[in-house]
């Protein structure tokens, strides 16, 4: 019974056993063998699986693949097919299911692997793809061993024309390997158990592998085959797909021996394999040849093994045979030098075997065969042969070979004949010898043509002429004998075939014909001459498989011979072809067609068996419509969706391809199906048109579309389509295009909805009808009548609007209208196509239109628009235009495209903002408003009527608009208007678009003449001066096309200038303008040739009025001289209109190491370390300097060297090439002289600075100024280069090429140096005697600026222009970082580098740059801005400042100026100045109020707070040299003074009035007026001040106005220093003030443990000798110097809202808090924790390390009076002194007093112990309101836990409560804190309530006193008594 898949289920059981093997009978062997072992036991199994498993993997390793079981890995055909496509080297030809999940696919996938093998031959025996899938063990054995039957056995064992199966093949193979060498086998099972046999025929292959095969035995039978396979796989790749044990068995798996054998015929050794080789020996001497011997006398012989291997040495072995078969004594000497004499004695007449051997292996011609006669008439030249068989003559393969020897005269003895082939193996002969009458007759029979060797030896002596050479050769030629017919490739059993054979030209021979069967047997074929050299074959195949047609003419094979035909049964499934559409998913309802062509099947019946979803065969729904011809047509109509499965076969045999999976989707409701048209835009003539078919709501998709006409439409291999169009007349004939075909008409789908436009361009004008038909027939409306009309009148359209007809200007970044009227088009409702943001969007419905809008922006980019219909033929079109310049806009329609008039329209657009409507104010525009220094200033801009707000702003070119006023991004190109042609914001005075004055204009330097800039390089990319691609507004490089006026090398520009890409388009630069050769900020002065460029784009001129050209490096870049002057291709310097050289920059030297490893700076002196002392770096063998992984030189004990500035050296290239020394000779690093190309010793042109000069390319120059170039030709490289223009140590001046700065005279100038340039007032260097440093030029040399830009100092101060340092955005000073030498670091774009290693930003938020003034690189933003500011100081520098937008276009620009005297202030909007721009305005000096009201001391000078010296006329003091004076101020913030009462400086020295004399300090007296400071009688001017009404009030330190505010708690300044809650320096236990590290995010930097550290990286300690924690303990500090508050953890405080929080940092760097001393933020707002409690700082109350007492709140105690709290005595150790009854003592040794006048006490807090308990101060336990004990939680460093505010926290998180219910806050003075005990003069211990400490026996504690007063300690830091034994406490 069929199964669902139309074939016979597989057998459950075993299949019975063949009958045995015989061994005569060949026929079917390989097939026995398998039924013979399907019968037995699992023991072969399990050997065959694993000798299988292993050749399965061997061919899968290039897979990446491996099979772990052939029971399952095949099971789903993936493995398979990788294996199949490994053997055959080729693909499998079929799609596979690549992740098949169910059992079809997999099945599927299977069968293909089937029909592949069938294709290929390969023939499977009783298995089909279920066995595979089931994993049926034994079959799938039988087909893998077919595999390797076909594809490695018949490959590796060639058909010799015997006969029988490959076992037998196998064994003759091996016996004619292993015969030679002794050894023999019968079959592939017992003969190989002992391995000898193994190891014989390995050496046999690969002589030496082991040599000693004859000597093992059988009792060691594994380790012989063990060695002997490990030997064949180490060197021959031979895989154990065996193991030992496989082959010792008795019953040894036959098919696994085959396998295992079949890798040897194709095995090659590998190189370097100790064998030897035999064939290489020779022999020679008499007793080889036998010439001249004679019983009784020694033979004598000769071997030489020089060329067989060192392997072989000494194993050579002569053995002797006589005549008697006995051994023959044999002396054999070794010369040593592997050759070898002997000799052996022969006693009687008769032929001797002489066998040489060499590991066991004969050599050639061994054994020889001596005869050795005594009988003298033996004459050897009367031996006669003749015959073809040794002259070849009409010999041919197959033929005997007859010849005679006749030998009656020529003595005593007996011929002897042996026969070679062309392979060297012998053949057998036939003789025939009569003795009497002395003739032997002899016949061989040659199997091959070639060569053969007839040896004929008589008594043992050649006879003449042997050996005979023979050669067979062919009679014909066998290339030009050609077959044709079915006969040699496919056919049917029982059916007869034939082939043909032509032989034509070939020559005359026999033809023969070989056909063996499948089962090997014969098939007699018959041949038919048909004449004129054509034979004809036929045969009648009469069984299946694999059949072998061998043909040979002129017993030569014919190509391609022998050939593998493959015999089918005569019903050939695999020849029937099935298609139609059923089999590609049909619709329920539809009817689709199958067809099955078995026309070249031959016999058998074709059977179709469809599954249906419910998994059951269809009885109704599939019908034969029709056969003819062996071609059935059958109709499948199916009544449900789902996966259908068709199998087809034919006569029980599966199709290809069969099963076929299909899914049938539901069905179409057709009344839901719609045909849509645009009933407002009818179709034109030549315009495309559009309609479309909506089945969205009809049924499920994807929906298939077509039309009638198209191809597809009839290819039973395509789907079916759901939907068919056609475009057709009244008639429903389709309408045809000019060529008679019907129209074509295009489809667009939108798949997932069912949805498809169709597109179509009608000819001719008239109705049509459209035609939408559903399974044939007609949707609903179809057909659909729609009239043709004539298309658009163009010279009728209208177009006017914004631009174009009106005033109105057009702006960039504004929109614009235009409008385009049809109306007198002619046409009726008119379409427009244009382009809208998300693309070309085309009409309302989305359909061709009749006109198209195109819009091209200034830059050459389409724009996009937004479209308004106003009529039917009225459009209002709108768009934004975003660039200045020449927008295009083309109107095009009609059936040609033709423009509407005056179309392309080109329309000028204007900048966005109209300056002159922009009104100004502010500071120094106003007139009641007064700028002044270091107040803030502000610039008030009202652009409300200058354009549509809202606007973008930049101040000096910085983009500093709000984000309440961006724009959001526009999907449109382009950027916002650039202000000015060349996108540069101008500065005050400057005309619009001009450079700014002092600064490089495009294309020449700061002096005005050209330098090299950006240039063009050879392949036309545009680069700056560091070489690096100049990048357009785009972001990419950008890249000019070449060939301009015929030159390959001019760039290419239009009309108007510009550069133009490679697509000849305009290069659009960064500014989004065009870029011109020398112009804009992208524009080159240098071409790829060379030629320099001017501002206008212009070749530059010479003065003979020729274009300038530079010489030019590889990469295009300009070439330069050692003075930085551009060389022309002449090598000469060029020069400008002006006659003078036109200059760019260049690179000098660094360091060297000498022979002895001493490194050498720049200068030539040496180079040193931190300690000042010279470095030495250590060297390899090679005398080179070692380098470690990071590239640090390392010295001699290997770690890496240090420089003077604390950091690791690392060479730089070239540094560590030639020394120079200081005459300019080059010595290499072991002090050797370098020579040139002539031999002689090279010497260095020297400069002024004693380093050698060099050219722009770092070759070292000599005096002839050409370079030096070495041995090799190649120029010399000078060592590494520093970075540019500084001042030295000892002021020498340097330029940016290293070379000195020199003066008129020519001399180096020297400034006066104090560890940073000293300068005249007007910021000129000055030399030691203070008078101005004088240029070259005869100019004074200005600190900075000019053409040598800012400076560097000694100690890294970057000095800017008039000496001032150059500031950053926080207003310090910027420090550069300095290399070894003290040079300046910078980065690869030349910006300096401070010490965090990040590049210096200077005031304008921009990077430094070496050599260059901040302002000129103050470029513009890529993208200017709508209004741009510029505000500039006295010294032309740009000032900062930022902006607040305050709505409908107005804004205030902020700004503090610096310096006094006139400011320049410019707005510019659309390239042009607001009215009463640029404007000057005077800044006053700064009037500091609280230097108004605030003064120390009566009577003059008056003191300020930050110590500055006032007259009595309220101006500050200066020194004779007109310096302000400031005195040094005490912790208290009073003035310090020596003992005689003099002021003293912050040096510490006493200040100098103008008249040289000691300023006294003012007297204070113990007025209270006069401690508070009198308030300067000052007369002011309101509107000086800027202000209306002052409301100055003097300032007490305590009055009861201004109280002095709670405290903020312990904090960290700016500057790291750690502030106690008074804003003192928190000190050590040494007494020295604390400073933590702060970080570059301004937070202080703390270990794991959270402890602060120090700027050395180790954690601070405080004045309680514990490390300072953030955030915890009374010294830790709870504000960072960011303002970040921390928790008791050293956290950042995080508020409710979960986000960190931040406090406000008032002017002195102190937190600023409320009244209640809580933290506030920088919005007035108290700072709070997570549970919305308010952020104390407070400490708690305890006395500081000086003295100061603090109470519960943290803050200072104060007196009765009001006044601070007096600070307590301290002993030397800081603890507080106390009396007998425990109160504090003051300085005055009496007690202190509180505010309640009673006497202080210090711990009368509580404070808790190590393990949590908590006691008062008098000992006893602290209990809670309960009356229970208190315990604190303690922390994992051992203190107890406090919260925030520092109140005791309990294990369950809470805070502690006392016995009167508040938090119980600890006494850090307490026992655990840092005044636990104290020591009184006699030693007596004290506790913290001052009275004595007593010990555990209840007596006082007395400590033993030093010499110093101080109790003295043992060495682990315990206090001892007088018994030296450490003091034990209560």
């Not at 425990?1782 to 009496?1790: E, H």
């Amino acid at each position: 019974m069929a199964n669902r898949w139309g074939r016979k289920p597989a057998p459950q059981a075993p299949r019975a056993p063949a009958p045995a093997m015989s061994s005569d009978d060949p026929h079917a062997q390989e097939e026995d063998l398998i039924a013979q072992r399907i019968a037995e036991d699992q023991g072969w199994v399990r050997v065959q699986t694993r000798t299988f498993t292993r050749w399965v993997n061997e061919n899968l390793k290039t897979t990446g693949s491996q099979v772990e079981s052939l029971e399952d890995d095949f099971g789903d055909g993936l493995k398979l097919v990788s294996l199949l496509q490994q053997l055959a080297g080729k693909p499998i030809g079929a799609r596979v299911t690549k992740k098949p999940r169910i059992r079809a696919q997999k099945l599927e996938n299977v069968k293909i692997c089937f029909d592949f093998m069938n294709r290929e031959g390969v023939e499977m025996v009783n298995i089909d793809n279920q066995d595979v899938a089931d994993g049926n063990m034994k079959l799938i054995l039988g087909m893998v061993w077919h595999l390797i039957l076909h594809y490695q056995i018949a490959t590796g064992f060639s058909d010799d024309g015997s006969k029988g199966g490959p076992k037998n093949k196998i064994i003759k193979w091996v016996n004619s390997k292993i015969n030679p060498w002794g050894k023999e086998i019968k079959n592939l099972g017992p003969d190989w158990n002992a391995g000898d046999i193994l190891a014989c025929l390995v050496n046999a292959l690969a002589p030496g592998l082991v040599p000693d095969f004859a000597e093992m035995k059988p009792e060691n039978a594994r380790d012989n085959i063990d060695r002997a396979m490990e030997m064949a796989k180490q060197w021959m790749d031979i895989p154990r797909v065996m193991e030992p044990e496989d082959m010792m068995d008795p019953n040894v798996d036959e098919l696994s021996m085959m396998t295992y054998l079949s890798y040897f015929p194709n095995a090659k050794v590998k190189d370097g394999a100790p064998c030897v080789n035999p064939g290489r020996v020779i022999a020679r001497g008499p007793g080889i040849t036998g010439v001249g011997l004679k019983p009784g006398k020694p033979a004598e012989f000769e071997i030489d093994a020089t060329k067989a291997g060192e392997n072989g040495r000494d194993k050579i072995k002569v053995e002797v045979i006589g005549p008697d078969g006995e051994p023959v004594k044999v002396d054999l000497n070794s010369n040593g030098d592997l050759t070898y004499t002997g000799a052996y004695y022969p006693e009687d007449d008769g032929e001797y075997k002489v066998n040489v051997t060499l590991v066991n292996c004969p050599i050639p011609k061994a054994p020889f065969k001596v005869g050795i006669y005594g009988d003298t008439r033996l004459d050897v030249s009367k031996v006669k042969v003749e015959g073809p068989g040794v002259t070849g003559e009409g010999i041919l393969p197959g033929d005997t070979a007859p010849f005679t020897i006749t030998y009656k005269d020529a003595g005593r003895g007996q011929p002897k004949v042996e026969v070679y082939g062309p392979d060297h193996q012998p053949i057998h002969v036939v003789m025939d010898n009569d003795k009497k009458e002395g003739v032997c007759k002899c016949e061989y029979v040659p199997a091959n043509f070639g060569e053969y060797t007839v040896a004929i030896t008589y008594a043992g002596l050649p006879v003449p002429n042997s050996p005979f050479k023979v050669g067979i050769k062919p009679t014909v030629d066998i290339n030009k004998v050609k077959t044709e017919g079915p006969g040699l490739s496919r056919c049917k059993v029982d059916e007869p075939t034939w082939f043909k054979v032509h032989t034509a030209g070939a020559g005359k021979g026999d033809l023969n014909i070989k056909i063996e069967q499948s089962d090997g047997s014969i098939l007699e074929p018959t041949i038919t001459d048909n004449g004129k050299g054509t034979f004809q074959v036929d045969y009648t195949p009469k069984m299946t498989g694999n059949y072998k047609v061998s043909i040979t003419y002129g017993r030569c094979k014919v190509p391609k011979s022998p050939f593998n035909v493959v015999v089918v049964p005569p019903g050939d499934a695999g020849e029937v072809i099935v298609n139609g559409d059923a089999l590609h998913g049909i619709r329920v309802g539809m009817t689709g067609k199958l067809f099955v062509d078995a026309s070249k099947a031959g016999k058998g019946d074709v059977k179709v068996i469809v599954i249906g979803p419910d998994n059951k065969p269809m009885e109704q729904g599939v019908e034969v419509v029709k056969s003819v011809d062996g071609v059935t047509e059958y109709a499948f109509t199916p009544e449900c969706p789902g996966p259908y499965v068709f199998n087809v076969s034919f006569s029980g045999h599966p199709v290809p391809g069969s099963p076929f999976d299909t899914t049938v989707r539901p069905g179409l409701d057709i009344d839901r199906i719609k045909l849509i048209v645009d009933r407002d835009n009818p179709p034109r003539i030549n315009k495309p048109y559009k309609f479309t078919v909506d089945c969205s709501d009809a049924g499920p998709g994807p929906v298939l579309f077509g039309f009638i006409g198209d191809e597809d439409n009839d290819n039973p291999d395509k789907p079916r389509k759901d939907i068919l169009v056609t475009v057709c007349d009244d008639k429903g004939n389709p309408i045809k295009d000019k060529k008679g075909k019907p129209i074509t008409i295009d489809i667009k789908e939108l798949k997932t909805q069912g949805i498809a436009h169709f597109t179509f361009t009608p000819e001719v004008e008239g109705p049509i009808y459209l035609k939408a038909q559903y399974d044939g027939k007609d949707v609903p409306k179809s057909p659909m009548k729609v009239e043709v009309k004539s298309g658009i009148d163009m010279t009728k359209v209208r177009v006017f609007g914004d631009g174009i007809t009106n005033d109105s200007p057009v702006r960039a970044n504004k929109p614009m209208t235009i409008v385009i009227d049809a109306t007198h088009s002619g046409a009726g409702p008119i379409s427009l196509d244009y382009p809208s943001k998300l693309g070309y969007t085309i009409g309302k419905e989305n359909v061709p239109k009749d006109m198209k809008i195109k819009i091209v922006g200034p830059n050459g980019e389409p724009m996009t628009c937004d479209v308004k219909k106003r009529t039917d033929k009225v459009f209002e079109v709108t768009l934004v235009p975003e660039l200045v310049g020449t927008l295009n806009i083309d109107i095009t329609g009609g059936p040609n495209d033709e423009h509407a008039p005056k179309s392309p329209l080109k329309i000028q657009v204007k900048p966005s903002v109209d300056a002159s409507k922009i009104v100004i104010g502010g500071d120094g525009i106003d007139k009641d408003k007064v700028p002044r220094k270091d107040k803030l200033c502000v610039l008030d801009i009202d652009a409300e009527k200058a354009g549509n707000a809202p606007f973008s702003i930049a101040v000096n070119g910085v983009d500093k608009t709000p984000e309440s006023s961006k724009k959001p991004d526009k999907s449109g190109p382009g950027g916002p208007h650039k202000a000015g042609p060349g996108g540069k914001p101008t500065k005050p005075g400057e005309a619009p678009g001009d450079s700014a004055p002092g600064a490089a204009k495009p294309g020449f330097g700061p002096d005005g003449k050209p330098t090299p800039g950006n240039y063009i390089a050879p392949d036309g990319t545009i680069k700056d001066d560091k070489n690096r691609p100049v990048k357009g507004k785009d972001g990419k490089p950008l890249t000019c096309a070449l060939g301009g006026r015929g030159n390959p090398k001019e760039p290419k520009t239009d009309d108007n200038g510009n550069l133009l890409g490679p697509d000849g388009k305009p290069l659009i630069g960064s500014d989004g303008f065009p870029v011109k050769t020398a112009a804009g900020p992208d524009g080159p002065t240098s071409g790829p040739d060379g030629t320099l460029y001017g501002n206008d784009g212009k070749p530059l001129l010479g003065k003979d009025g020729e274009p300038l050209k530079a010489a030019q490096m590889h990469d295009g870049k300009p070439l330069c001289n050692n003075e930085g002057e551009i060389l022309g291709p002449d090598g000469k310097p060029v020069t400008g209109p002006n006659g003078e050289p036109v200059k760019a920059g260049k690179t000098p030297i660094g360091l060297s190491v000498l022979p002895d490893g001493s490194l050498m700076g720049p200068s030539g002196k040496p180079f040193c370390g931190p300690d000042g002392n010279p470095l030495k770096c250590g060297l390899d063998d090679d005398k080179k300097p070692v380098i470690d992984e990071k590239g640090s030189l390392c010295g001699p004990d290997g770690k890496p060297l240090v420089g003077p500035d604390g950091k690791g050296i690392k060479p730089g290239a070239g540094s560590l090439g030639p020394n120079v020394k200081p005459d300019g000779s080059l010595v290499t690093a072991d002090g050797k002289p370098i020579k040139g190309t002539d031999g002689q010793p090279l010497k260095a042109a020297m400069g002024s600075s004693g380093k050698p000069k060099v050219n722009d390319n770092g070759d070292m120059v000599g005096t002839d100024g050409k370079p030096l170039l070495g041995e090799d030709g190649k120029p010399i490289k000078a060592p590494d280069a520093f970075p540019g223009p500084h001042i030295g140590d000892d002021g020498t001046l340097t330029k940016t090429d290293g070379s000195p700065l020199l003066g008129k005279d020519g001399k180096p100038l020297k400034a006066a140096t104090n560890g940073r340039p000293q300068t005249d007032k007007e910021g000129n260097l000055v030399d030691d005697n203070g008078k101005p440093l004088i240029g070259a030029d005869g100019k004074p040399i200005t600190s900075s600026g000019g053409p040598y830009g800012p400076l560097v100092a000694p100690d890294g101060t970057v000095e800017g222009p008039g000496g001032a340092p150059v500031v950053g955005p926080d207003g310090k000073p910027l420090t550069c970082e300095q290399n070894p030498e003290g040079l300046p670091c910078k980065d690869g774009d030349g910006n300096l580098i401070g010490p965090d290693g990040k590049p210096l930003v200077g005031p304008d938020d921009r990077p430094v740059v070496f050599g260059k003034d901040t302002d000129e690189e103050a470029k513009p933003d890529d993208q200017p801005s709508d209004i741009n500011v510029m505000i500039v100081g006295p010294d032309d520098k740009p000032v900062p400042a930022t902006v607040k937008d305050l709505g409908d276009g107005k804004f205030q620009v902020q700004y503090e100026p610096k310096e006094e005297g006139p400011h320049k202030l410019d707005v510019v909007a659309g390239g042009e100045h607001a009215p009463k721009c640029p404007v000057e305005v005077d800044v006053k000096p700064s009037l500091d109020l609280d230097n108004l009201n605030l003064g120390y001391g009566a009577g003059t000078p008056r003191i300020g707070p930050n110590g500055t010296l006032y007259d009595d006329k309220g101006k500050p003091m200066t020194d004779k040299n007109g310096k302000p004076l400031k005195c040094a101020l005490g912790p208290d913030g009073k003035p310090l003074t020596d003992k005689d009462g003099n002021l003293l400086g912050p040096d510490g020295k006493p200040l100098l009035g103008p008249d040289g004399k000691p300023i006294k300090a003012p007297d204070t007296g113990d007025d209270d007026k006069k401690k508070a400071g009198k308030g300067l009688d000052l007369k002011i001017n309101p509107k000086d001040l800027g202000a209306d009404k002052l409301n100055i009030k003097p300032k007490g330190p305590n009055d009861d106005k201004n109280p002095p505010g709670p405290s903020c708690g312990p904090y960290i300044g700016k500057d790291g220093q750690l502030h106690t809650p008074d804003a003192k320096p928190l000190r050590g236990s040494d007494g020295k003030p604390l400073k933590a590290a702060v970080g570059s995010d301004g937070k202080p930097v703390t270990d794991k443990d959270n402890n602060l550290l120090g700027p050395d990286g180790k954690p601070l300690v405080g004045p309680n000798d514990e490390p300072v924690k953030l955030g915890s303990g009374p010294y830790g500090p709870a504000v960072g110097p960011d303002g970040t508050p921390y928790d008791k953890d050293g956290k950042p405080l995080v508020g409710p809202d979960g986000k960190p929080q931040k406090g406000d940092i008032g002017p002195n760097g102190r937190p600023l808090v409320d009244r209640d001393g809580n933290l506030l933020n920088p919005a007035g707002v108290p700072v709070k924790d997570k549970d919305g409690n308010p952020f104390t700082p407070g400490s708690g109350p305890h006395i500081g390390p000086d003295g100061t007492v603090y109470d519960d709140n943290g803050e200072p105690l104060v007196s009765n009076d009001g006044r601070p709290f007096p600070k307590a005595a301290l002993t030397p150790e800081g603890n507080p002194k106390f009396d007998k009854d425990g109160n504090v003592l003051g300085p005055d040794g009496k007690p202190l007093k509180g505010k309640d006048g009673k006497p202080l006490k210090v711990g009368t807090g509580p404070y808790a112990k190590p393990d949590g308990e908590v006691f008062n101060s008098d000992g006893s336990p602290n209990k809670n309101p309960n009356g229970e004990p208190n315990k604190a939680a303690v922390g994992e460093d051992g203190n107890p836990v406090t919260d925030a505010k520092g109140n005791l926290m309990g294990p369950d998180g809470k805070p502690l409560k006392g016995p009167d219910g508040k938090p119980v806050r600890p006494n850090p003075n307490g026992p655990s804190g840092p005044g636990t005990t104290s020591v009184a003069p006699d030693g007596t211990m004290n506790g913290p309530n001052g009275k004595p400490l007593k010990g555990a026996d209840g007596n006082p504690l007395k400590a033993a006193l030093g010499s110093d007063g101080k109790p003295k300690q043992n060495p682990n830091g315990e206090i001892v008594g007088k018994d030296n034994k450490p003091l034990i406490g209560p």
